[in-house]
């Protein structure tokens, strides 16, 4: 069935960079679609980044483009999220999912994605 634990939130302030990561046990994340989507408080989830099985091909939501950059380890099978340029409004809790295959026309619909982890909270504050 698998799992995925993410880590690396925090309480940073504007203009600072963090590194989240998800670890996947019981699953192989170089055979998956896998997504970073955020909530933040009061609100629904949205997409954040992606990527598919080929680590070339990555999508950003545009209110990250720039800013944030998704990567995959293959000997560590986990996914990362490098944040820079933190700004109050990218608080939330950050959540990484997986499916074997998503269609890219949907890649940013959290319903596409089976597999989820529970989170981990960034707070971007001065």
């Known amino acids: 069935q698998g799992q995925l634990v993410e880590s690396g939130g925090g309480l940073v302030q504007p203009g600072d960079a963090l590194r989240l990561s998800c670890a996947a046990s019981?699953?192989?994340?170089?055979?998956?679609?896998t997504a970073w989507f955020r909530q933040a408080p009061g609100k629904g989830r949205e997409f954040v980044a992606a990527?598919?099985?080929?680590?070339?091909?990555?999508y950003y939501a545009d209110s990250v483009k720039g800013r944030f950059s998704i990567s995959r380890d293959n000997a560590k099978n986990t996914v990362s999220l490098e944040m820079t340029n933190l700004q109050p409004e990218d608080t939330a809790v950050y959540y990484c999912?997986?499916?074997?295959?998503?269609?890219?026309?949907?890649?940013?619909?959290?319903?596409?994605?089976?597999?989820w982890g529970r989170g981990t909270q960034v707070t971007v504050s001065s």
């Open positions: 999912a997986t499916k074997e295959w998503v269609i890219l026309s949907a890649i940013d619909r959290e319903d596409q994605y089976r597999l």
């Open positions: 019981g699953l192989t994340l170089s055979r998956q679609t």
């Open positions: 990527m598919r099985h080929s680590a070339t091909n990555k």
